[in-house]
């Protein structure tokens, strides 16, 4: 086993199209940005990269633990009553489904930044041939209109996901917290 300790390495922008739903076939680089009246909170979507990895041929494991500064995706969640258990395409279903279209503009300014704890194992299979992946949590980016934007890395285990070099979600992956 691979013991590493989570460092917050880089930030990858992927959004998705507003009828994509997160890590199906169908989540092509677009925007939500459509699903929403202009002048109000626009909603992105990405990956918080904390671990670059290069897989040779062979299962292993990784330990990823440490802390996350973040706005707070609890309090996110909370506002279209998810479960916080829940991966973030709970919460996009939620969101498109909910007809009021300004809870994202009333409570943009009430949203803080807290730390947030995770530990995970997470187990890689690369189906016998080498991949490069980064590792890390899906993201919610929020932007005002005012033209500053407020991330929220979702830090529970449904959340933890590999990509591979160019983009896509790597399925090939167990996650359990530790």
């Known amino acids: 086993m691979i013991s590493i300790a989570a460092v917050l ?11 994509a739903v997160p890590g199906s076939p169908s989540a092509e680089p ?15 979507l990405g990956v918080h990269t904390l ?10 494991e990784v330990e990823l633990w440490g802390e996350i500064p973040s706005y707070d995706w609890e309090q996110l969640y909370g506002l279209y009553d998810v479960p916080l258990d829940a991966p973030v395409a ?3 279903r939620s969101y498109r489904a909910n007809p009021d279209r300004e809870i994202l503009d009333r409570n943009y300014e009430k ?12 187990r890689v299979h690369p189906s016998n041939r ?7 949590f899906n993201r919610v980016r929020l932007d005002a209109p005012s ?9 529970n285990a449904a959340n933890v996901v590999a990509r591979t070099e160019s983009g896509e979600v790597y399925p090939e992956i167990e996650v359990e917290p530790s």
């Open 9 to 19: 390495a880089s930030v990858a922008l992927v959004a998705l199209s507003p009828t």
């Open 147 to 155: 033209g500053s934007s407020k991330d929220f890395i979702i830090t």
């Open 111 to 122: 949203f803080e930044r807290r730390k947030f704890p995770f530990q995970f194992t997470v």
């Open 130 to 136: 080498p991949l490069k992946l980064r590792l890390g």
């Open 90 to 92: 709970d919460w996009v």
């Open 30 to 44: 677009a925007t939500v940005r459509a699903a929403v009246p202009a002048g109000h909170v626009k909603v992105n």
């Open 51 to 60: 671990l670059p990895i290069e897989v040779q041929n062979v299962d292993f």
